[in-house]
């Protein structure tokens, strides 16, 4: 390929090569290779099969068979994973909902970096627990899910699809079920060019050979024969990597820490089970009938045979030596790429099978060469985020580690259309620094998650038409189906635009290519041409931020696009229990220097605030100006939940979107930018007592909560759990998951229980079933178990009309149980001793009543109350019932 610009290198790269950004936005330290990691890598080379697992939700997925598949069977291997994990619990910190579906998200990838799989998602939302696929699809679109998972099947063109879970209600959670009917249906979906065939200009029908399950011992009952599933040993070691799968698996899988889901190492035989499901019946082997060799691509064999002959002379302690052998491979797949696109002509010869694997094996190899050169590559800048428009340099680092000439030709970054041309030549183990000026576009779109920037629904994300990455200049535009828009200048041969718009090139920008993405691509990209042993590659580098934390060291995040100024409204809810005002601060943080403008609140009718806008000045970049607005009811202000908003105008534009940084050492930091809402909820609220302690579990924002209806709440730590302090509160609060996540409590808990024993009032929010740090956590004995109701509003019976709980200080009625958000309540007893009194019944549709949500029982002088309803969801939501709950509760027997 003769290369005339470097530009066109670029573009040249863009056409032939649609996954350019797709594993490239990870805000990692540059990868580097052992030379073990090396020969695997040549192993795989020689190896074109390809498998995809799928199932419902973050954790669902088998890494030890991950592992095995990715680096034992050598295959392009993948997980599909429906949900984020959104509607799940964090066991870390308080984020929920989409905030925790993001987290998930960076663990998932955590994993897959450790297992060697590649990571995909559809459009689905985890709206939460569901107990049937039939409820599952009532919320989730299953149409759109099913284009997903076909889209990602006809993109990644698995031989194998294994699932998770069965189809039926041996599955248990109704995404399980949903996710395996779905995996069935989209086998044969994706080989049928009827169905969605608007991905046909992108990709071609694909037909996978065969579609498995993936049982297991909690699947099947005790003593069942197991001898007509295909079995394999997951467990065997893997001298290469100096791991067996199962250890492989343990850290893969103790990258979801926020479930809670540290693993051990398994080590020795692992069988793995699968049953055939659909396609072409195997007798002895998952991937039996299927040739993965080069023979797969026409005229492939002699690439094979190049292959075999560099991974005989490969010297370990000399990788760099191969580099020539990795050329000449290079050379037969760019030859097997010409003859793809001869028979092919001008109309889509980059969506065959052979091509698939032409362009899967030539990015393989020429990460090869970058490692066995131990070429080290970083972009990065001196801050972490950068607002459109704004001019700024990226330092490129560029360092050969190996004796084999590397020629720098030049450097640019992408889409910015400023290229530093040079003829450098790299010494051994001397670094090359280049400094690169990036100018950003004004129309740059923010780094908010591409499936978080436009409403969705419960059940489904929605994702953007498309997202435009870094490009300079003024769009001057060239709209290029399937590329994101670019300036037109910046397209080869001057900018004309036809051979891009013939070729349909992809840049993984549009609707279409954002589908199934675990995140976006990253805002900017440094392509660099070297010349090695005289043959031209090009790579492209992500920019991020680079800087070293004390007790860390290194760290990256990636570079974050974010609005000029961004709108934060503290706290989650502002509950008014009568009319007197109450003071909403608005913080606004500057995203460049210089930032003027007017902040205000648009309130609901009725509401009023003082003042009615507030001018700022913020001169440096990132830092912060709070104002506090005096917010109260008037005399039109209706009773219940509505929301307030804040609005800030710099230059005419307006901005609503806040600033949230999530932050936790185990993933790359995050930013988020919320809208600038808060649920704004007037009620008619008494309360008795006024001091609360609370003692923390796995994260909450309750506290908050109780201090928006006038309590002091003082936080505990375990060592304030003495008889002393406990006497000065009028309550005391566990947080969720306390009894799992406090170890210390089997040695607290008598001093709790004195407390109760001496008139105090205990009151304890939902416990998992599992894994309690002690066996029997109130007075007296309760069986607690996973039966919840999933059905946020269903009907509530109350047990005893006299109950103190539904009459003091506030009378509860049904009316407090409408307008709550995903789950009523969860994690209920099962069984409970007499001495305690139940006090609310529901159900889910055709199951039996739940009579377990609020169980409480006197104990001494005082009372303890256990609750699975699900307060920690309905409070920072503004649920006005749910504050009327928890107020008689912390008020009992006061």
Avoid at 103 to 125: C, K, M, S, V, W
Avoid at 279 to 291: L, T, V
Avoid at 573 to 596: E, N
């Amino acid at each position: 390929m003769r290369i005339r610009s470097f530009r066109a290198a670029f573009w040249a790269l863009l056409l032939t090569q649609g996954s350019l950004f797709v594993d490239k936005a990870a805000a990692q330290a540059p990868k580097t290779y052992s030379s073990s990691e090396i020969l695997l890598g040549l192993k795989k080379l020689n190896v074109l099969g390809s498998v995809l697992y799928m199932a419902a939700h973050p954790d669902d997925e088998n890494t030890r068979l991950i592992a095995y598949m990715a680096n034992g069977r050598l295959l392009e291997t993948g997980y599909l994973s429906c949900t984020r994990g959104d509607g799940g619990q964090n066991l870390i910190g308080p984020e929920l909902r989409e905030q925790l579906g993001v987290i998930r998200t960076q663990e998932l990838l955590a994993a897959r970096r450790t297992d060697g799989g590649r990571q995909f998602f559809t459009r689905a939302n985890d709206f939460g627990f569901s107990k049937t696929s039939e409820e599952t699809f009532t919320i989730w679109d299953k149409e759109q899910v099913l284009a997903d998972m076909v889209w990602v099947i006809r993109q990644r063109r698995p031989d194998v699809l294994i699932t998770r879970f069965p189809p039926d209600a041996r599955a248990g959670h109704g995404h399980h079920q949903a996710s395996a009917i779905l995996a069935a249906e989209a086998f044969d979906a994706a080989g049928d060019p009827k169905r969605f065939p608007e991905q046909l200009k992108y990709v071609q029908p694909w037909q996978p050979k065969r579609l498995l399950w993936n049982t297991g011992s909690f699947f099947v009952k005790p003593g069942e024969n197991m001898d007509g599933y295909l079995k394999l040993d997951a467990g065997v070691y893997n001298p290469l990597l100096g791991q067996s799968y199962g250890e492989i698996a343990a850290r893969s899988r103790s990258q979801h820490k926020s479930q809670g889901f540290g693993s051990s190492a398994t080590r020795g035989e692992a069988l793995e089970y699968l049953q055939y499901v659909k396609g072409d019946k195997p007798k002895a082997d998952p991937f039996e009938g299927i040739d993965m060799s080069w023979n797969r691509v026409l005229n492939g064999a002699a690439v094979g045979k190049l292959i075999d002959e560099v991974i005989r002379k490969y010297d370990p302690s000399n990788p760099s030596a191969s580099v020539a052998g990795l050329l000449k491979v290079r050379e037969g797949i760019l030859k097997l790429d010409y003859q793809a696109k001869a028979l092919g002509g001008t109309g889509g010869f980059w969506l065959t099978p052979e091509y698939h694997w032409i362009k899967t094996k030539q990015e393989q190899i020429e990460e090869l060469i970058r490692a066995s050169l131990g070429l080290y590559m970083e972009a990065t800048l001196p801050e972490p985020t950068i607002a459109p428009g704004q001019a700024v340099a990226a330092r490129l680092d560029v360092l050969n580690r190996s004796a084999v000439p590397v020629t720098v030709r030049g450097a640019g970054a992408l889409g910015f259309g400023r290229d530093t041309t040079l003829n450098t030549t790299l010494s051994n183990e001397k670094t090359l620094s280049l400094r690169l000026p990036l100018r950003f576009a004004a129309q740059l779109s923010t780094s908010q998650p591409y499936w978080l920037r436009e409403a969705g629904t419960v059940g489904m994300y929605r994702v953007p038409s498309e997202l435009l990455l870094a490009a300079g200049g003024e769009l001057r535009t060239a709209q290029v189906p399937g590329v994101a828009t670019v300036p037109a200048q910046h397209l080869p041969d001057g900018g004309g635009g036809k051979q891009v718009q013939e070729r349909n090139a992809m840049l993984l920008v549009n609707q279409q290519n954002l589908i199934g993405l675990p995140e976006n691509p990253a805002s900017a990209y440094i392509g660099l041409q070297v010349n090695v042993l005289g043959t031209p590659l090009f790579y492209s580098v992500p920019v991020q931020y680079k800087s070293t934390d004390p007790v860390e060291g290194e760290k990256y995040r990636p570079l974050a696009v974010v609005p000029p100024v961004a709108v934060n409204i503290g706290g989650r809810a502002y509950v008014f229990a009568d009319d007197s005002p109450k003071t909403i601060p608005v913080t606004l943080r500057a995203g460049k220097a210089s930032v003027k403008g007017s902040v205000a609140l648009t309130l609901p009718t009725g509401w009023k605030a003082e003042p009615a806008s507030f001018n700022f000045d913020i001169s440096s970049k990132d830092a912060e100006q709070t104002v506090q607005f005096r917010v109260q009811p008037g005399a039109g202000a209706a009773e219940g939940k509505t929301e307030l908003r804040a609005v800030a105008t710099v230059e005419g534009q307006q901005y609503s979107r806040g600033y949230q940084a999530i932050a936790y050492n185990h993933i790359p930091t995050q930013i988020l930018f919320p809208e600038a809402v808060a649920p704004l909820v007037k009620l008619d609220l008494k309360r008795k007592g006024q001091e609360i302690g609370y003692l923390m579990g796995a994260g909450d924002e309750v506290p908050d909560a109780l201090r928006q209806i006038g309590y002091n709440v003082t936080l505990l730590k375990p060592e304030d759990i003495t008889d002393q302090n406990l006497r000065r509160f009028d309550a005391v609060v566990l947080g969720v998951r306390a009894y799992n996540t406090l170890d210390r409590l089997k040695t607290l808990q008598p001093t709790l229980l004195r407390y109760v024993e001496n008139g105090g009032n205990m009151v304890v929010q939902y416990v998992v079933n599992r894994g309690t740090v002690m066996p029997q956590i109130g007075p007296y004995p309760l069986t607690l178990s996973a039966d919840r109701v999933t059905v946020e509003n269903a009907a509530v019976t109350f047990l005893n009309s006299k109950q103190p709980l539904l009459n003091s200080p506030n009378k509860i009625t049904a009316k407090d149980f409408e307008g709550w958000v995903q789950e009523q309540g969860l994690y209920y007893p099962s069984q409970w001793d007499a001495k305690y009194q139940t006090v609310l019944s529901s159900h889910d549709p055709n199951e039996s009543a739940k009579e377990s949500a609020i169980l409480v029982a006197d104990y001494g002088k005082g009372h303890y109350i256990y609750t699975g309803l699900s307060l920690f969801r309905e409070l920072p939501a503004g649920v006005p019932g749910a504050y009327r709950l928890l107020t008689n509760m912390v008020s009992l027997g006061k």
